[in-house]
Every structure is written in C-alpha cells, then in structure tokens.
C-alpha cells in the first residue's frame, strides 16, 4: 500500500472482490480462482480492517460473525404475508389443480416453473440500498422472528447485492436447509460429544437458525436457496416467476440449479418422476417438487384463497415413514470400536426401498425409546440416511417382551465395552486385537504423528490385513521383504525402504509410542501429559485410576479409559510382542509437582541435530513444559538451530530472537531437566 489514502479504496476493491468470488461459488457453483487466491484475499482485507476498524461496515464479508448473543428473538411482522403452499399427492390431484388454473384462466397453454420443494425453513431477506438489513423466519405467515445476527453468518447469503442494478428496497424469500451430508457430520459430532442428536436435517437446520448465539450459528453448516420475490421497491422486475428468480441470482442470490421452466400438465409431471428419480443424489433433503404459474399477470389474476395462493402447488412425495416390527437387536462394532445397536426388522417398503435394519445409534436412543424385541415402531428413510427408528407403538407391544441390556462386552473380540462423555458412546476396549477395528488401529498406529512408518499407506495396509500377514500391529515387526514384493505394486526397492521406515521406528518417543497404541480419548497431548508425570510405560500400566486422574487434564472417564485398555488380555499381549521386536525410547524424569522449567517458553526447531532427532527434541522440550512451534514469531523465546538450518534461522535473527546451537541447546537441556 503506497499511500494510507488508498486503504479506504483498497478495502472496498477487495470487499467487492471477495464478495464477487463468494456469488460464483455459492450462487452459481462455478468458483473462477483457487481457494488459496481467495483466502490471500480475505486475508487481506482482514487485516487492512483490523488496523482500522473505523472503515468497518456491516457489508463486508470479514462480518459475517461477531456480533454477541441475544437476550431473545424480536417479533417482525411481514408487509407481505408468507403464505404455505396447498399439498397434492397423487398426479390426480395435480390434475385437479392444472385444470382449475386453466379454467379461471380460460386457457388451454399454461407456462409453470417447476423447482424442489427443500425441506428446511422459510426466511425472509430484506436489503436496503442493496445490503442486508434484515431477515426473518417465516413465523405464522404474519409474523416471524428477526434472526439477521444469524442468517449473516450463512455464507450463501449475500451481505451485499452484486452490481449496481438493485432496486432500494427488496425483499426476497428462501428457504434455509443444511446439506445432508454435513447434517450426518453434525450428528456424528454431537454423538462424539455425548450431546443430542438431530432428528433430520429439517430439524437441525431450524435449532441452529434459533440459536440466540450467532456464534453457534455459524458453526453448524447452514446454506441458502432464494424462491420468490417479496417487494420491490421500484418498477423493472421481470414478469415471470423464472426470469425474477434469474434475475435475484444475477444480484448475488443462490437459485436452486434443479429450477425449470415446464409446459403444462405433462410437464409437471415428467418434471416431478425426474425428481423422484433424483432424490437420493441430491445433497440436500427435499419432501416434494413446486409448481408456480410462470407469468406473473396471470399469477394476480388467479389470487388466492385463504392463506394460500391459487397459482401454486406443492407436489408430495411418497411417505418416508412406516410401521414394521422389530424381529432383534444386534450391535455392530464399527473401524474406531464404536458399538452401534442396530434394529433388524421384518422388511417393509420405505421411501422407494425394502428397509430390514434401522439404526438405534445408542445405548441412551434404546432408553427413551423403551425399544424391545417384538415392538411395532415407526422407521424413517431420508434420502441416503441410514434408516432410524423414531418411535415405539407401545399398545402393541406383546405382553412378555423383555427390556433390552446392552452388551458390557465387544460381541467381536470380547474385549469390555467401555462408555465416553456422558456414558452415551460406547467402545469396545480391544483396540489393538479387535478384528473390526483391525486396519484402523493399524493405519493410526504407522500414521506420521505415531510410529511414523513412512509407505505404509491405507492400500498396503488393507493387503497385508487382507492377505493375513498382520493381524495386530506387532506383525508390522515380522514383515520380510519377500512378503513384501509379493504384494500389489510392491517391486523389491520399495519394499526395502518400507523395511527401513519399520526398523527406523523401533526408536521413538513413549509419547508417540502411547498415542499410537490408540487409546480412547487418549491424543497426543494426553499421551504426552502421561508420558512426564509417570516417567516410564511400566508405571503408566501399573497405575490405579485414581493415580491415572492426578495427570493435569484428566478426568475419571479418561482415566477409565487407560486403565480398561492396559488390563485388557489381548491389548497385554500385543504390548509384550511389540516390547519383545526392541521399541525403545529416551527415559524420561517424571516431572516434580509444580511449575515446569520451560513453561510458558516456546522454541521452534530447525536444521539437523547431531544427539537426537528432532521429535525426541521435541518431546524433551514438551516434558519440560514448553511450547514447541512451527514458525518463528514474535513470540518465540528461543530457536534451536542444528546443521542447515534455513529461513528459521535468518527470521530470528532479523526479529531479534536467540539463537542456541546444538551444543548450548543441550547444556540449557541438561540444567532444566535436573530442575525438573
């Protein structure tokens, strides 16, 4: 930046730019540069905004999250009502439908657009000079909620209308939804967490719109299809439904790409099976198709009655939900250990498939819903998602149906079940001789933040799972080079360097080493806080539970967790293979209560040590309680700089950090770990 007379004109071209690039990913799915390019950008403009904030303003993309939570919701009360739409099921229906349009009318050649319809929550967004000023729930019709705070924080949604062809006051209506994918990644953290699940995306996407924290908001992945236009302010919208919502996507708006222009009856119907067909593909959930008359003149003429509109239908898909019996309950074990109840039921034709087995996602699910062999229940298909149970029949329960126990043994390996968080998540305990579990608990234990056994990916370790030579990770150690080039893509140099990746890891660190082994719950910092207080493996597998919860930053369902795993039969005989194949690691003091030497110094590492590796470094430094980083700052206190140290070195010295060689990095070593 030459001049700080340009800032206000930089922030603004990088404002329009970045929202530019956000209207061709979000509205026309067509980005025009790589995400890197774009987060330079952002990145950018944030910073231009931080150094000052006087040049501020609502519309600009860095806004998107920040205000605080609300106290509650204001009431809005629509100028222009949002009224529902009249169902049909059948074609008959639709039928009924064309011909009372063509009828009051008086015409024979009826233009519709055809769109899903999406399952999600009606919103209202109003724009005043082309920014976003507003945006409510659909509410009664009448009145909704204001939740502007948290529609900002959707990044579909446009904060700022693109170009200069706006009318000054515009309001347009959509329907806010969460794809399905990211709603089965939302559940799937909810459930890590031991917290309530949703119950469909529907359901997801209008508790995280609800939220008074916008903050919440925009962490759950909410997205935006604009449908129809409110109010305009001034004349010059087009006159068909197509061409306005064309129009509000020329403006920055997300228009569903499924939306087309039909003929008539046939054309509907054509249009509605090619959806049905299409249903389970699409990433979002959608319960139906909508059609609209398209020229807007004939729209007026028609009108509407009571609440609804005469010109528009909404086209009902076949049920997603029907009654069937549950004939057992089983649990699988899935690649991590977790210990899913599964509802095997007598088959029943839901949502255009036979459905024989539901998931009952867990122990606590079995509880409130009472489920028992032999109930009537209701099961619900949604597009891909795994069928679920959502309710029990309870007057048609038979007379002796038993109250379900849960397995308190893995029915694989019979390894304990352990539970997580609230005792919702279960696991089975067996983690390094589990079959189930087998190729997972491999992958993570050669994975680069474990042992570290660089070409042993996930393909070579399914053949070697496959072909019966590594059964848990020990057999890794017994691997021979003939095995080896015996396997896909595996010529005799590449197998060599595996053998060496393998030999090379038997050297390690016994916080590495303690991560690896995969314990639940247990991450690198659990292992390493583990790894300084108990000093050595053999103390850590000795510990009581109530010795495992005096380590900083665990608690009694952690310490639960280490102490099943290390008195698990099969887990201790693993242990003593892979003890016996000469892993090894540095000793480490267990740390003296109170404050560490290092704490609160943080050191970044660079160039080759002579002594040790640099994770062994790593792991002295870390037991002494300092912070080890990746880059060189500011806030660095020292960088440890061994042969060929590169720009780590050269960027210390510029910001005037100290340098230590490897020789002084080891005196200041030695002196801090006989404090310690």
Excluded at 332 to 344: C, E, F, N, S, W
């Amino acid at each position: 930046m030459s001049s700080l007379d340009n800032v206000p004109q930089r922030i603004e071209a990088l404002r329009e730019l970045v929202s530019y690039h956000d209207y061709r990913y979000y509205a026309l799915d067509s980005p025009e540069i790589p995400d890197a390019e774009y987060d330079r950008l952002f990145q950018e403009l944030r910073s231009l905004e931080q150094a000052h904030p006087e040049l501020i303003t609502l519309d600009s993309p860095t806004q998107r999250v920040g205000a605080g939570p609300l106290s509650q919701f204001e009431k809005v009360v629509h100028e222009i009502p949002m009224l529902s739409l009249s169902n049909a099921f059948s074609e008959e229906e639709i039928g009924n439908f064309h011909r009372r349009v063509t009828e009051r009318l008086k015409t024979d050649t009826i233009e519709y657009t055809a769109e899903p319809k999406v399952d999600g929550l009606a919103v209202s967004l109003l724009y005043e000079d082309g920014v976003l000023t507003r945006a409510a729930t659909r509410g009664d019709g009448v009145t909704g909620e204001d939740v502007t705070h948290n529609v900002r924080t959707i990044p579909s949604v446009p904060l700022r209308l693109i170009g200069k062809d706006y009318p000054g006051v515009l309001e347009v209506r959509g329907e806010v939804f969460m794809p399905k994918a990211r709603f089965e990644e939302l559940n799937d953290n909810q459930r890590e967490k031991g917290e309530k699940v949703f119950v469909n995306p529907r359901n997801a996407a209008a508790g995280s719109l609800r939220q008074l924290d916008p903050r919440v908001t925009a962490a759950r992945p909410l997205e935006m299809f604009c449908y129809a236009l409110g109010r305009a302010q001034d004349e010059g919208f087009p006159d068909t439904q197509y061409e306005i919502l064309m129009k509000l996507r020329s403006l920055g708006m997300r228009v569903c790409a499924e939306t087309r222009k039909v003929d008539g009856l046939p054309g509907c119907l054509e249009y509605y099976h090619t959806l049905l067909g299409k249903r389970q593909n699409l990433p979002y959930e959608i319960d139906g198709v909508v059609y609209k008359v398209n020229k807007i003149s004939q729209q007026d003429a028609l009108g509407f009655i009571s609440r609804a509109p005469r010109w528009a239908v909404a086209h009902k898909f076949p049920a997603q939900e029907e009654l069937t019996v549950v004939e057992a309950i089983d649990v699988q074990v899935g690649r991590t250990g977790a210990v899913t109840p599964v509802a095997r039921l007598k088959p029943v034709y839901v949502g255009g498939v036979t459905v024989t087995n539901a998931t009952l996602h867990n122990r606590d699910e079995i509880e409130r819903l009472d489920i028992r062999v032999g109930d009537s229940v209701v099961v619900r298909r949604a597009g891909d998602v795994i069928p679920e149970v959502v309710s029990v029949v309870r007057d048609r329960r038979p007379h002796r149906a038993k109250k379900y126990k849960f397995p308190t043994r893995c029915p694989v390996c019979g390894s304990d079940v352990v539970y997580e968080g609230d005792g919702v998540i279960a696991r089975c305990s067996g983690g390094l001789f589990c079959s189930a579990q087998r190729k997972q608990s491999i992958q993570h234990f050669v994975s680069r933040r474990a042992m570290d056994i660089d070409g042993l990916g996930e393909k070579l370790v399914e053949q070697l799972v496959d072909r019966g030579l590594v059964n848990d990770v020990s057999d890794i150690y017994t691997l021979s080079k003939a095995q080896l080039t015996d396997l896909e893509r595996m010529a005799e140099k590449s197998a060599q360097n595996l053998l060496d990746a393998i030999d090379k890891s038997r050297r390690t660190t016994l916080p590495r080493f303690l991560f690896a082994l995969g314990i639940p719950q247990v991450g690198e910092s659990t292992a390493l806080a583990l790894a300084n207080h108990f000093g050595e493996l053999g103390a850590i597998r000795a510990a009581s539970k109530e010795e495992l919860e005096q380590v900083p930053d665990i608690g009694p369902v952690v310490a639960e967790n280490i102490y099943t795993f290390f008195r698990q039969t099969h887990n201790k005989d693993v242990l003593k293979k892979l003890l016996r194949h000469k892993l090894h690691w540095p000793v480490i003091k267990p740390r003296k209560v109170g404050p560490a030497p290092l704490a609160g110094k943080t050191f970044v590492l660079t160039g080759t040590l002579s002594a040790m590796t640099r994770d062994e470094a790593r792991a002295r430094l870390q037991s002494l309680g300092a912070k080890v980083s990746g880059s060189v700052s500011k806030k660095t206190d020292f960088v440890i700089a061994g042969e060929d140290p590169g720009s780590k070195a050269a960027k210390a010295e510029a910001l005037g950090v100290e340098t230590l060689d490897e020789a002084r990095f080891m005196k200041m070593l030695a002196k801090k770990e006989r404090q310690a």
